[in-house]
């Protein structure tokens, strides 16, 4: 399986990290090759990998979703088992836990946000007024993040036992 970028840097820096996949990317990445007659059925099918209790279900589920859709649908499921290293993280935390970590959408929104500022002046006469802009770029950006995640304190307190010492008390 081939790494990706920020998956060598991301473990070349910190040897702890886990390099989780998008869950909601995957499954639109999986259905935009399914026509409409079958998404809604094929969406419900793989619910149940990521909805699993644990990871051994997860992989009897996607065996059984591989099985059902594959004769239809060849290379569906390929993506699932190429990634499953990088999707299988999520199952070692709580479904609580899922909830919060499921999607990259907070990280692609900040990543946007940076996208926006670069396009709107391309060049920088230095590295201090760059780093600046993107300090008020992320500043600003933090102003709209003001929805509460359900949960926070169980949420939080799963983490801090998994990463203790990594997380501010």
């Not at 499921?102 to 006469?125: C, D, G, H, M």
């Amino acid at each position: 399986m081939p790494l990706f970028a920020h998956d060598f840097a991301e473990q070349s820096i910190v040897c702890y990290t886990l390099c989780q996949r998008c869950i909601v990317h995957m499954v639109r990445n999986t259905l935009k090759y399914v026509p409409d007659k079958d998404r809604k059925a094929f969406a419900a099918d793989l619910k149940t990998i990521y909805q699993a209790a644990d990871e051994k279900k997860a992989l009897a589920a996607l065996e059984g979703v591989t099985e059902k859709w594959a004769p239809k649908y060849t290379n569906s499921m390929k993506r699932w088992k190429d990634n499953w290293d990088a999707v299988s993280h999520i199952f070692k935390f709580s479904a609580t836990v899922r909830k919060v970590i499921y999607t990259t959408n907070a990280i692609e929104s900040l990543n946007s946000t940076y996208q926006k500022l670069n396009r709107q002046r391309s060049v920088f006469p230095s590295d201090t007024v760059l780093l600046k802009a993107l300090y008020l770029a992320t500043f600003e950006a933090t102003k709209r993040w003001t929805s509460t995640i359900r949960n926070w304190g169980q949420v939080y307190g799963e983490l801090a036992i998994m990463y203790e010492g990594r997380l501010p008390e």
